[in-house]
């Protein structure tokens, strides 16, 4: 098993919105739809986005989406808010019951 | 309303084993599949293995395997787990996080520990 890559850092300034790319394998992000999205703060604690590519959380604002398309899943966040700034993660299935996450990427609101 | 407290921080020798608790409340601990996730200082998060809390059945990443034991108490909802033969690259902050699907692994984490931050000496 391998991290699932993301790009290090993604920044933007409020009000736009933002990309962040988790690519993979056709053995994970490829064939399954068990991709999550987390949110963390320093010194925090996860938070989940995202659930199945695209299914959002009660309390998750709707600011945050998610989708798929082939080795690649995708977080856009719109409407970048202060308190976006935070590290970012995907996680995949990523067959025989494990699983696997990204290596993070660090959201910067300019 | 859930919550997962976790025992508190430790120092370790090289060689030596480490126990962290995850003690579950707010809702039926048997019904949904527990994760252990650990994050190096300034690392990313790296996925560990599961356990069934109703069977007791376990996964584990490969990295791991042979050095890791998942276990717990129904008694008392508690989920452990316990990584042995330490080394300094082991340092990291262990989160235990629970699966949302009840009775099967949905693959995402909707509740975390605090954290329990393992340190290792070089």
């Known amino acids: 098993q391998s991290a699932l890559t993301q790009p290090a850092s993604v920044s933007g300034s409020p009000g736009q919105s933002i990309t962040i790319s988790c690519t993979g394998t056709s053995g994970d992000v490829g064939s399954y739809n068990l991709v999550s999205w987390y949110q963390q703060h320093p010194g925090k604690a996860p938070k989940l986005l995202i659930w199945?590519?695209?299914k959002r959380p009660s309390g998750v604002s709707n600011r945050f989406s998610g989708s798929k398309s082939g080795n690649t899943a995708s977080l856009r966040i719109s409407g970048l808010q202060a308190e976006d700034e935070a590290d970012y993660y995907c996680c995949s299935y990523a067959g025989s019951s494990t699983f696997e996450f990204g290596r993070g990427t660090k959201l910067t609101v300019l | 309303q859930v919550q997962l407290v976790q025992s508190g921080a430790e120092v370790k020798k090289p060689g030596a084993s480490v126990k962290v608790s995850c003690r579950a409340s707010g809702y039926t601990f048997t019904g949904y599949y527990m994760h252990w996730v650990r994050q190096a200082p300034g690392q990313g998060l790296e996925w560990m293995g599961w356990i069934n809390p109703t069977s007791g059945g376990t996964n584990y990443a490969q990295k791991f395997q042979g050095r890791v034991t998942m276990t717990r108490e129904t008694s008392t909802s508690t989920a452990y787990m316990d990584l042995s033969s330490l080394r300094s690259d082991d340092t990291a902050v262990y989160y235990c996080?629970?699966?949302?699907?009840?009775?099967?692994?949905?693959?995402?984490?909707?509740?975390w520990g605090q954290g329990t931050l393992v340190t290792v000496p070089s």
């Open positions: 199945e590519v695209s």
């Open positions: 996080a629970r699966d949302p699907i009840v009775g099967a692994i949905g693959g995402h984490f909707d509740y």
